[in-house]
């Protein structure tokens, strides 16, 4: 157990529409990393929040936006979902030279 | 362009033999290194992670990994592999300035283990 949890577990959408997927980080981490894992595949960096600013982007479209909120928890917003976007999407924690990584939200799209 | 090649997509070893995991970077200085193991389902798990210093670093459940510059390579060992090691695992690099939590990995590598 790392501390780092992610909801939902699971979810199926429908292309074209939003998501929302949240990743809460753990105690005292101030950086979170967001990462999509699509199947067979290692993960790709998506983005990373450092104190509620973003810090840095992989190639990914804007349509993939997130936010850190005070707390340090993270969202990972993606709008217009396409098929492609089906994936295990993960979240990471960090702190100094640790970082942590959630179990993962599986994204089914149809 | 920096990338990370992981050369071997499977392997099978038996519970007892030894293992070696293959990673290969190209990178504009050398940069953080990592190991992690993925069991079905679940998210990442770090086995172990080399910044600078001794070029062999030990890591969890008996793992260790050796760092060769002249090969920029980092590769993942094991002396006598447990039914419980099948899993996927990922070598990932990361900048050594600023915020290092930007990993680029590899594709892995499926290791299964045979009784």
């Known amino acids: 157990e790392t501390g780092v949890t992610q909801s939902p577990t699971h979810l199926i959408k429908t292309r074209g529409q939003q998501v929302t997927l949240r990743c809460s980080s753990q105690?005292?981490?101030?950086?979170v990393s967001w990462y999509q894992q699509a199947l067979g595949q290692g993960p790709q960096f998506i983005f990373q929040?450092?104190?509620?600013?973003?810090?840095g982007r992989g190639n990914f479209p804007p349509r993939f936006s997130g936010l850190q909120f005070p707390n340090y928890s993270s969202e990972l917003n993606v709008n217009a979902l396409e098929l492609d976007d089906s994936a295990l999407y993960l979240c990471?924690?960090?702190?100094?030279?640790?970082?942590?990584f959630g179990p993962g939200t599986r994204l089914t799209v149809t | 362009a920096q990338s990370v090649t992981q050369p071997d997509i499977h392997i099978t070893v038996s519970e007892g033999a030894s293992l070696e995991l293959r990673c290969n970077y190209s990178?504009?200085?050398?940069?953080?290194l990592f190991w992690y193991v993925q069991s079905p389902g679940q998210g990442l798990q770090l086995l172990l992670k080399?910044?600078?210093?001794?070029?062999l670093v030990q890591g969890i459940k008996g793992f260790e990994a050796e760092f060769k510059r002249s090969q920029s390579s980092f590769n993942l060992r094991k002396p006598s592999v447990h039914w419980s090691d099948a899993a996927e695992y990922f070598c990932?690099?990361?900048?050594?300035?600023?915020?290092?939590?930007?990993?680029?990995f590899g594709a892995g590598t499926q290791v299964v283990v045979t009784p």
């Open positions: 929040y450092y104190r509620e600013e973003e810090n």
């Open positions: 990932a690099v990361g900048a050594p300035w600023g915020s290092w939590g930007k990993l680029q």
């Open positions: 990178y504009g200085a050398t940069p953080y």
């Open positions: 105690s005292g981490h101030n950086t």
């Open positions: 990471a924690s960090s702190q100094k030279d640790e970082q942590y």
């Open positions: 080399y910044f600078s210093g001794d070029t």
